[in-house]
């Protein structure tokens, strides 16, 4: 079977996001290093079309968490999660399934339930992967089955921050609030999927945040 492919318009904005945070040439060196030269100056239609490998973006987070060593790869992921969300939302709604929400006629959680729900679908069909939610009463739950984020790094810790980011950034976009997303268990750690919480209720946002 042929290797699944990121669409043309998620792996736009998933250089873009790098490109802010590292600049131009920081893009093109991480590009090349991680074996993505062909890459390098060109531009992704904003489309469909299959075009990152999943082997290759695998492997290129595990290259962030390599050459910046967990401490410092730790806000560079969050932050490149916070903007994946935040591009997708301004330029392409449709990509996560963030266009069309009529959701004015429900209550806080029944809100996230719905987004959540949709993304992670959505999210399922982009990336190829199984994203599970299942929730209690103060927090939902959602397990990556074959997770690509820990590449295939090994750890102490839980190294999946990228998609942490993307959570607590639509969280606060859904309720205004901030909301505590954490791992709970990592494949690094030799766990058989990762597994992440969200925080129903959210906290105020201090104005400084
Ligand atoms: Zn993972």
């Known amino acids: 079977m042929e290797e699944h492919r990121i669409p043309s318009s998620l792996a736009r904005i998933i250089f873009q996001s790098v490109e802010e945070h590292i600049g131009e040439n920081g893009l093109n060196m991480f ?13 992704l239609p904003d489309d469909d079309t299959p ?5 290759k973006f695998k492997k290129g987070i595990g290259l962030i968490v ?46 996230e339930r719905f987004i959540l729900k949709r993304v992670l679908k959505e999210s399922e069909n982009l990336y190829d992967v199984p994203h599970i939610l299942t929730e209690d009463t103060d927090c939902f739950y959602v397990e990556i089955q074959d997770c690509f984020y820990c590449s295939n790094l090994h750890s102490d810790n839980c190294i999946c921050w990228a998609p942490a980011g993307f ?36 906290s105020v946002l201090s104005p400084t945040a």
């Open 51 to 55: 075009s990152l490998e999943m082997s």
């Open 31 to 43: 590009l090349k290093r991680a074996g993505l030269e062909e890459y390098i100056g060109k531009e």
């Open 167 to 202: 959570w607590i950034t639509m969280m606060t976009w859904i309720t205004g609030k901030n909301h505590e997303v954490k791992e709970t268990e990592c494949m690094a750690q030799g766990h058989p999927s990762c597994k992440f919480r969200i925080a129903k209720k959210g």
């Open 66 to 111: 390599e050459l910046f060593g967990e401490k410092a790869a730790k806000p560079l992921l969050l932050r490149w999660g916070k903007l994946t969300f935040e591009y997708a939302l301004k330029n392409k709604p449709t990509l996560f399934g963030l266009a069309g929400l009529v959701t004015t006629f429900m209550g806080e959680e029944g809100k």
